[in-house]
């Protein structure tokens, strides 16, 4: 039972909701509160050339969370990497979702369905990846969960390669190459964790499922309309 | 084209010096697990920072600065793990590169201090519909849902928390 800080981020309110209501509802599941940041700005994402900038506006978050959290569950890629990079002295731990699902939290699971006989690709893109220093600690999380739940995985040196997913609006033919050179090395319902990814990847796929991994541990977990 | 005095724009976006490229050794590793080189592109990220560290101009519509899709593998890859994908975000905007996309983008940050998506679509509706995204809308369904902006109070840091910046401690 712990009570996080909780930034959202401009995507989770719009078009990435979906992936906002399922890390609320996990936590909620786990036990956990999140008290989001008053007044949260946007982190910039990946479109200032100007880091001093992007800094700014980013760490501007962390101001507003000082006195309020030092645990900061961030589950958008691109705001997760941005906030690390605004806060060099660790001062918060600026945490994935994915970080939560460690055993002790995964053996609090009440499954309800098993993922036996399916067969997944879990999708991490870029930027839980990289550059270093910034990325998840344990890279095989994603697997690693679907596992517990007897589901197959596939695609290990797929997992961390690039969607094109920030092409989608500029040059879509682009994220149209890179998308579908990773589908047609993999197999099964992709599980992703980037609003980014999940774009690229639905705008592409033909005949698979897209999903959020908060939505399949939700599914596990009994919920209706979770998938 | 930027031209050599522009380069210090970069240098400055970046919070790179221009000696920190010195140690490039041109092993082009980078190039090597470069996204862009996935589209058939045929692109070196390394010429770009030899470009900057000895003062060449760089040419407009350079394709790296169009397609640098910020995946950091090149970062990832490099042996001093150099934020090249940073270094050519500054070169695009040094460049006067952004789309009307990217525009908008920052333009909603700026009126709201979030990006409030509807807008964001309102200022490039003539892009998606001649881009032929149109057809996509089925796929993107499950993404539309309306709510009204929220108007953020401070977006930028005031006088009083001004002072430490972190960035410079944050390279690696
Ligand atoms: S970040 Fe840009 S330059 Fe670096 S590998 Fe990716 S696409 Fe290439
Ligand atoms: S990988 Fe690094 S050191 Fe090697 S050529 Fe590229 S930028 Fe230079």
């Known amino acids: 039972m712990m009570e996080y800080g909780y930034y959202p981020g401009c995507s989770l309110t719009g078009s990435a909701k979906r992936l906002d209501q399922g890390v609320r509802r996990l936590c909620k599941k786990l036990g956990h509160s999140l008290a989001e940041i008053p007044d949260w700005n946007c982190c910039g994402a990946l479109e200032y050339g100007d880091r001093n900038e992007l800094v700014s506006i980013s760490g501007e978050n962390l101001k507003k969370a000082q006195g309020i959290c030092r645990e900061i569950i961030v589950p958008c890629p691109a705001c997760y990497k941005n906030l690390k990079d605004a806060d060099p002295e660790r001062s918060f731990n600026i945490m994935s979702p994915l970080e939560l699902l460690n055993p002790e939290n995964l053996s609090q699971i009440e499954q309800k369905r098993d993922l036996k006989g399916q067969v997944f690709f879990p999708y991490y893109g870029c930027l839980l990846m990289r550059p270093e220093g910034n990325s998840i600690k344990n890279r095989n999380i994603m697997e690693d969960t679907i596992s517990a739940f007897g589901g197959d995985v596939n695609g290990e040196n797929m997992k961390d390669r690039c969607c094109g997913g920030n092409q989608l609006f500029l040059n879509k033919w682009a994220t149209e190459r890179l998308s579908t050179l990773i589908l047609g090395k993999t197999k099964g319902t992709v599980v992703v964790f980037c609003p980014f990814c999940h774009m690229a990847m639905k705008t592409f796929a033909t005949g698979r499922k897209v999903v959020y991994l908060t939505d399949l541990l939700l599914y596990v977990m009994g919920e209706s309309n979770s998938l | ?172």
């Open chain 2, 1 to 172: 084209m930027i031209k050599e005095k522009d380069h210090e724009i970069v240098f400055k976006y970046t919070c790179y010096r221009r000696e920190d490229f010195s140690v490039c050794v041109g092993c082009k590793i980078c190039a090597s697990v470069c996204s862009v080189n996935d589209l058939a592109l045929n692109v070196n990220p390394q010429e770009l920072l030899l470009k900057l560290f000895v003062g060449e101009k760089i040419e407009d519509d350079h394709p790296l600065v169009r397609y640098c899709t910020s995946c950091y593998r090149c970062t990832a890859a490099c042996p001093w793990q150099i934020r090249i994908p940073e270094v050519v975000r500054a070169v695009k905007e040094s460049l006067g590169m952004e789309s009307r996309f990217e525009k908008a983008f920052k333009k909603s940050l700026d009126i709201w201090g979030r990006v409030y998506e509807p807008f964001v679509v309102a200022m490039t509706a003539l892009d998606l519909l001649r881009g032929g995204y149109i057809k996509y809308m089925p796929k993107w369904m499950g993404y539309a849902g309306f709510h009204l902006p929220h108007k953020v109070k401070r977006l930028k840091p005031t006088n009083a928390s001004k002072g430490s910046n972190p960035s410079e401690e944050g390279r690696s």
